[in-house]
């Protein structure tokens, strides 16, 4: 068993991590985007439309950020923001929140694993996942602990 660093993500460093992760994943998308959105600015006929579809495109990954921003603001998401700490044995995660609460995340309920420069990423759903920041581990061994004994086993 190994038991983490307390610590806490910020505000900033959330929306960080989440910008990366909308990168890692949808980079294709963005770069498809403002390739048509090119393609329409040297169009010879532009149109209402058309000059709509091409501000959108230009602007849509500008919206994207905009509206993880206004996530990691808002006022209902603070909890994500509390300080906790994790101990980690061969079967689950136990995280524990400095508020007192806790809960208990046995391995097979992780659905998928993403590595970051300075985070593990591990998703219970699409959309909800836990923060392992590399920094929090005591020891690079517990480091390395981790990555091969929880996160490689993520499938």
């Known amino acids: 068993m190994i038991k983490t660093d307390k610590f806490d993500i910020t505000k900033n460093e959330y929306l960080k991590v989440n910008i990366s992760v909308l990168l890692k994943k949808k980079w294709w998308k963005f770069i498809l985007y403002w390739v048509i959105a090119i393609y329409l600015t040297f169009a010879p006929d532009k149109n209402p439309l058309l000059i709509f579809c091409m501000i959108f495109l230009y602007a849509f990954p500008f919206i994207m950020v905009f509206e993880y921003w206004r996530f990691a603001i808002a006022k209902e998401n603070k909890k994500i ?27 097979d309920q992780f659905v998928k694993k993403l590595e970051l420069q300075d985070y593990y990423l591990l998703y219970i759903s699409k959309s909800q996942s836990l923060y392992f920041p590399k920094k929090i581990f005591k020891t690079a061994e517990d480091l390395v602990w981790f990555k091969e004994q929880v996160f490689d086993k993520v499938v």
Do not use: P
Not at 85 to 98: C, G, P
């Open 81 to 107: 923001f509390g300080e906790r700490y994790y101990e980690i044995t061969e079967e689950q995660i136990n995280a524990y929140l400095v508020n007192g609460s806790s809960s208990i995340i046995k391995f």
